[in-house]
């Protein structure tokens, strides 16, 4: 679905559906990018929410802005302030501590479905440690592949292919090809939350990511960018009636506060 709706803008915003003009470089760029970054990174990202749930999930994504930002200072020779570095600390210490905050669910509040339960193990840990990796790996090499102004948007069109194919590709060696349109066509329901998720995620999220990456340093754009969690909270305290801590809001504050940093610095 992400991959029509960008094929479908790219269209009528540059008149084809994929970027012709990009040259080999940077579809290789781009293509791995969209390898280890969408399909490996947000494979295990999945993987992580199913073990440990989505709130513990985030908390090891939010390692991302760290792991990149040391993989552009030794690949990419990208250098940061140490105000800079203070403010992303701070960034991600406020997100760590909200996601931590929301994860504290009351005795009451905490549901006897075993089903429903998650535990922190190996394979959680594993999955989240991967996944953050391979986000941050993605956007250092996606960097690359956006050098000379090349449209984000372009390079959103290359990356989501690529992961598409390398997706497919798995799901035919798992021979789960057949089982998969099943699933899809069980529960049709889905597909619209999946289109909006599709349209907000990886048409207008990814591209935007894409493009801050391309105008600032990736440690600067990737901290902002590990925001989520912070805008989840009004969302479930408004849309899901959850209780919002006192923990949550200092959270809050306190990354709100290093991402302010981040532009007056």
């Not at 992961?163 to 899809?184: D, G, M, P, Y």
Request: hydrophobic share 55%; net charge positive.
């Amino acid at each position: 679905m992400a991959i029509l709706l960008l094929g479908g803008v790219h269209l009528l915003i540059y008149g084809t559906v994929i970027p012709t003009n990009a040259g080999m470089e940077r579809w290789f760029w781009l293509g791995i990018s969209g390898i280890v970054g969408l399909a490996i990174g947000d494979l295990f990202l999945f993987k992580a929410y199913i073990s440990m749930g989505p709130r513990i999930g985030l908390l090891f994504l939010s390692l991302s802005p760290a792991i990149a930002t040391l993989l552009a200072w030794i690949f990419l020779g990208e250098k940061l302030s140490l105000g800079s570095i203070f403010a992303i600390i701070l960034t991600l210490s406020g997100i760590a501590w909200v996601v931590l905050a929301s994860n504290n669910i009351s005795q009451e509040e905490q549901t006897t479905d075993d089903a429903t339960k998650r535990r922190i193990d190996t394979k959680g840990i594993t999955a989240g440690i991967i996944a953050a990796s391979g986000q941050a790996l993605g956007v250092v090499l996606a960097k690359n592949g956006l050098k000379g102004e090349f449209p984000a948007l372009s390079a959103n069109v290359i990356r989501m292919s690529t992961a598409f194919l390398a997706l497919w590709l798995l799901t035919i060696f798992q021979r789960q090809v057949t089982s998969t349109i099943q699933k899809v066509n069980d529960q049709r329901s889905g597909l619209l939350y999946i289109l909006g998720g599709a349209f907000f995620g990886p048409l207008i999220g990814v591209s935007l990511s894409l493009f801050a990456i391309q105008n600032t340093s990736i440690g600067i754009a990737s901290t902002i960018i590990a925001l989520p969690p912070i805008f989840l909270l009004p969302i479930g305290h408004f849309v899901f009636k959850e209780k919002i801590t006192w923990q949550a809001v200092a959270g809050t504050v306190l990354a709100v506060t290093g991402v302010a940093m981040l532009f007056w610095l």
